[in-house]
């Protein structure tokens, strides 16, 4: 039964986790942007669903494509305006500039909403499914569900339209893709827009799942590093798996050695994973390319 | 002729430059000894703080801005230095003087020990292996209650007593101390072979090592000198601040902040990280004061627009302007030399 609950755990988190490091995987892929400010991103779609939620009654779940839709159109603004003159810096740069925006969007965010924390409650948040002796919350067993649908989503954009193409394709080889015809201006501001939609819905899944305030991407930030390293940097396919990878051994650190070594034991494995596999789990040599 | 004097013209100018610069040591050394008579409290606590800040980014320089090796988990070396002095203090009953200097060889020889495996790793692994590895420090500090009391932390003796500024004014000079070594350490790397050979590594590791370079002893060396200060900023910071705890001593605020100083300034040169470091201290304490609400955001902006507006540090807008304004003043003598 514990076992049980681990799965569905560990399935849950590592899906957040996988959403919320592809996104920063396919920015770091495309333009060799390390996007310290993901986490803040993150805080945004948290903060919109619990807007919406309050404001509109509506289910959490309805609001998940809104915030897509408002984080995309945000990304892709902040990459037109800001990200892209920067683009030919050293990346310690862009690292600089996106820390400064991951400060304002903070600051904003506690000017707009305050410091408490705050949690969004659907009015099934206390139902729980009971199953041969099991009992699962459902609102954990729709982020679930929720969490497979935005993948799948994800997988099949990448991989059947021609526009996922493109930006695969501007990953792997910038000047080739231009000399194929692909707009790499444009394709840069839409994945940053798609990473910003991706981490809106992290955002507003979380939401439903932990409480939240104007600092919740900070950490955020740092598992989407770890996750994309897991999976070696700027593979989105590898950061879904380093997603998983993660979660599982998160959860199984407090199990074996309880609460307070979590932490230890999550950065600990990501030193022995960089150590003895420095490409990730599956990142490919020319992924791991360092432009400084 | 006319060359013969236009060579004898420049050797004068050198000249001049180097004993220009001199006075301008001495000058310097003089105020920054004489400052703390001049300072408020408050005016001497930040410049502590710039001066800590400016050790932290010049250690960072030799192993990131020299070799090339993005350690951004230089937090690690920091927190090892405090606790280290905080035990050593409290628990071993050192003089301060000797637990300084035995906290910054601790963090140093922590380095030697887990720098072996990590700088096999390049670019943005072994940026995040180094920040993996100061996390798990922080956690072994705030689980390890027998020796670092855990999450409760260690309180500190002071030094002085009196007014505040009698109070900073021996951190003041401590921190001065640890920065003026770090910075001559650094100019050293700068002057020296090893330090050519840290460039070297930096430019093409693989190339540096068939031109007969020791790569990995030098990396290691390096990061090693980058922590030995780093681990003595930290135990001078411990002794200042007068208690530590896991949160505080391996606060990643810290990396990004000397990071962005060092960054800022220019990386690979001595004076940049000191510039950088005294730029951002005072812009983020004027911003502080002026927008308490929002100083983060105005923080944050004027950040991003520094990076737009000098996207290649201080010292490379410097060294442009120096350039230009040398040309302007070539110009008539290249003429005259045409003819």
Not at chain 1, 221 to 250: D, H, I, N
Not at chain 2, 258 to 287: D, K, N, R, W, Y
Request: with cysteine; aromatic share 12%; charged share 10%.
């Amino acid at each position: 039964m514990e076992s049980f609950q681990f799965v569905v755990n560990g399935l849950m988190l590592g899906g957040i986790y996988a959403i919320v490091g592809a996104g920063f995987a396919l920015v770091y892929g495309v333009m060799n942007v390390l996007n310290v400010a993901h986490g803040s991103f993150i805080m945004i779609g948290a903060y919109l669903t619990y807007w919406t939620v309050t404001l509109l009654g509506v289910d959490p779940f309805v609001t998940l494509p809104a915030s897509a839709v408002a984080l995309f159109a945000f990304g892709y603004l902040v990459q037109r305006t800001v990200i892209s003159r920067v683009l030919h810096a050293s990346i310690f740069m862009t690292f600089i500039l996106t820390f400064g925006l991951d400060m304002f969007l903070i600051n904003a965010g506690l000017v707009a909403w305050g410091g408490s924390y705050r949690a969004v409650r659907p009015s099934y948040a206390d139902d729980v499914l009971i199953m041969g002796g099991l009992t699962i919350p459902y609102v954990r067993l729709v982020v679930l569900v929720a969490v497979v649908a935005v993948i799948a989503l994800l997988l099949l954009f990448m991989s059947k339209t021609r526009l996922g193409i493109a930006i695969k394709a501007t990953a792997l080889e910038r000047e080739a893709a231009q000399l194929a015809g692909v707009d790499v201006k444009q394709i840069d501001a839409i994945t940053f827009g798609l990473s910003a939609a991706l981490a809106g819905v992290a955002g507003g899944l979380l939401a439903v799942v932990l409480p939240f305030g104007p600092f919740m991407g900070v950490p955020l930030t740092g598992k989407a590093f770890t996750v994309a390293v897991l999976g070696g940097l700027g593979s989105m396919t590898g950061a879904l798996y380093g997603g998983f990878v993660l979660a599982f051994a998160e959860i199984g650190g407090v199990i074996a050695l309880g609460g307070e070594w979590a932490d230890g034991i999550a950065f600990i494995i990501l030193l022995v994973v960089l150590v003895l596999r420095p490409r990730g789990l599956l990142g490919k040599e020319f992924f791991a390319e360092v432009k400084v | 002729m006319l060359e013969a004097r236009l060579s004898s013209f420049l050797r004068e100018g050198q000249r001049l430059q180097v004993s220009a610069a001199a006075v301008g040591a001495v000058a310097l050394a003089v105020v920054l000894l004489l400052l703390p008579n001049w300072l408020s409290g408050y005016w001497l606590r930040i410049t502590t703080s710039v001066l800590m800040f400016a050790t932290l980014a010049q250690a960072w320089n030799i192993i990131t801005g020299f070799t090339g090796y993005p350690a951004f988990g230089n937090t690690a070396f920091f927190g090892v230095g405090a606790y280290a002095l905080a035990i050593l203090v409290t628990k071993a009953g050192l003089g301060i003087p000797a637990a300084i200097v035995l906290a910054g060889l601790a963090a140093a020889a922590f380095c030697a020990v887990i720098g072996l495996p990590i700088l096999r790793l390049q670019g943005h692994y072994f940026a995040i292996a180094t920040l993996a590895l100061s996390l798990f420090v922080r956690e072994a500090a705030a689980n390890l209650g027998w020796l670092t009391n855990g999450a409760i932390g260690i309180v500190l003796p002071t030094l002085a007593s009196g007014s505040p500024e009698e109070i900073t004014r021996p951190y003041y000079y401590l921190m001065l101390l640890v920065l003026v070594a770090c910075c001559a350490c650094t100019w050293w790397v700068s002057v020296s072979r090893f330090g050519y050979g840290l460039r070297s590594i930096k430019a093409d590791e693989d190339a540096a090592a068939c031109f007969g370079i020791n790569t990995t002893l030098s990396k290691l060396v390096a990061w090693v000198l980058s922590a030995f200060f780093t681990g003595l900023a930290g135990a001078v910071w411990a002794l200042w601040i007068t208690f530590i705890d896991p949160q505080s001593a391996f606060n990643l605020a810290i990396a990004v902040k000397f990071s962005v100083m060092a960054l800022l300034g220019g990386l690979g040169t001595v004076a940049g990280p000191v510039l950088g470091a005294l730029l951002v201290e005072v812009l983020t304490q004027a911003i502080w004061g002026a927008f308490y609400a929002v100083h983060l955001a105005v923080l944050g902006l004027a950040i991003m627009l520094i990076v737009l507006l000098m996207p290649g540090g201080l010292m490379q807008l410097l060294r442009d302007r120096l350039a230009t304004a040398k040309r302007l003043l070539a110009t008539p003598s290249a003429k005259e030399s045409w003819r």
